[in-house]
Antibody
Framework: QVTLRESGPALVKPTQTLTLTCTFS??????????VSWIRQPPGKALEWLAV???????YYSTSLKTRLTISKDTSKNQVVLTMTNMDPVDTATYYC???????????????WGQGTLVTVSS | SYVLTQPPSVSVAPGQTARITCGGS??????VHWYQQKPGQAPVLVVY???DRPSGIPERFSGSNSGNTATLTISRVEAGDEAGYYC???????????FGGGTKLTVL
């Protein structure tokens, strides 16, 4: 059974750096083709993709947020970490991690999602 | 950057068929995935690779993709299908995951 769980602070102050951890089970990020993406959703708004990391440590970022994001993995701990710098109230959102697979040069749908973690940015 | 366009809302009576569109330039050349999201819950993959269903998803959910439009079709709509629906692709030209703006399905 595949599960993912996001963890991190519920409240951050403007200009601070947010660090979120996705802890997963039921698959390994050392397996060829496995990937994990981060997605966020402001209250009442649409899903927004942030970043993805592959089993071979390839990383891709949303163009609009690229300068603020870093994604990394710890295969031994089954974790993927996302950091976002210079947080602003507009970054208030539920942050999700989800599993994807890479095959034939394309990414699959996200077949398993964490429950999400709400991050509020406020002073 | 690649853009996916969805209607903000679709309404349908119970038992009828709902069709939710996702427009994008030559989207027929890409693999389209669809998610259902109910209030307060994480999204759930309901259709992948244009028309395949994950295990556990009812056959009432189907998808198609051609030209500039992909479509999620929900047959024999039930009250429990009321939710937000999002389309998604991988844009290989920019190495980006792209989501549509979402469609709220209302069951009348």
């Amino acid at each position: 059974q595949v599960t993912l769980r996001e963890s991190g602070p519920a409240l951050v102050k403007p200009t601070q750096t947010l660090t979120l951890t996705c802890t997963f089970s039921g698959f390994s990020l050392s397996t060829s083709g496995m990937c994990v993406s981060w997605i966020r959703q402001p209250p009442g708004k649409a899903l927004e993709w942030l970043a993805v990391i592959d089993w071979d440590d390839d990383k891709y970022y949303s163009t609009s947020l690229k300068t603020r994001l870093t994604i990394s993995k710890d295969t031994s701990k089954n974790q993927v970490v996302l950091t976002m710098t210079n947080m602003d109230p507009v970054d208030t959102a539920t942050y999700y991690c989800a599993r994807q697979r890479l095959y034939s040069g394309r990414y699959s749908g996200m077949d398993c999602w964490g429950q999400g973690t709400l991050v509020t940015v406020s002073s | 950057s690649y853009v996916l366009t969805q209607p903000p809302s679709v309404s349908v009576a119970p038992g009828q068929t709902a069709r939710i569109t996702c427009g994008g330039s030559n989207i027929g050349r890409k693999s389209v995935h669809w998610y259902q999201q109910k209030p307060g819950q994480a999204p759930v993959l309901v259709v992948y690779d244009d028309s395949d269903r994950p295990s556990g998803i009812p056959e009432r959910f189907s998808g198609s993709n051609s030209g500039n439009t992909a479509t999620l079709t929900i047959s024999r709509v039930e009250a429990g299908d009321e939710a937000g629906y999002y389309c998604q692709v991988w844009d290989s030209s920019s190495d980006h995951v792209v989501f549509g703006g979402g469609t709220k399905l209302t069951v009348l």
